[in-house]
């Protein structure tokens, strides 16, 4: 069982920065694929970004590319997502996710394990 916690979501003006953190319970962190995934009011959850298991690997969505940067920290089981620019379409709630096969995918059905959110809100 991977259990997910995330935080450091908030409001933001736009053009402001945040960095999202998700940690992970389990020993076996360092293997696990891992994701951001955002959900906005009366849309679907949508993919963010991604890294593979060894961190050499990432996937961004267009619309968050050269923006957001995403990275791990294997030792302290944990991964984060560096938000810049921000827009009010990046308003949403954050979810991390996992995945037991270690690729940064982009499909959402490929995680098998979800945080419970972060809400980030951008203000114009």
């Known amino acids: 069982q991977v259990q997910l916690v995330e935080s450091g979501g908030g409001l933001v003006q736009a053009g402001g920065s945040l960095r999202l953190s998700c940690a992970a319970s389990?020993?076996?962190?360092?293997?696990?694929?891992m994701g951001w995934f955002r959900q906005a009011p009366g849309k679907e959850r949508e993919f963010v970004a991604a890294?593979?298991?060894?961190?050499?690997?990432?996937n961004y969505a267009p619309s968050v590319k050269d923006r957001f940067t995403m990275s791990r920290e294997n030792v302290q089981n944990t991964v984060y997502l560096q938000m810049n620019s921000l827009k009010p379409e990046d308003t949403a709630v954050y979810y991390c996710?996992?995945?037991?096969?270690?690729?940064?995918?982009?499909?959402?059905?490929?995680?098998?394990?979800w945080g419970q959110g972060t809400q980030v809100t951008v203000s114009s």
């Open positions: 996710a996992a995945n037991l096969n270690g690729l940064g995918t982009d499909v959402r059905t490929d995680y098998e394990y």
């Open positions: 389990g020993r076996s962190f360092r293997q696990y694929g």
């Open positions: 890294v593979s298991w060894s961190g050499r690997s990432t």
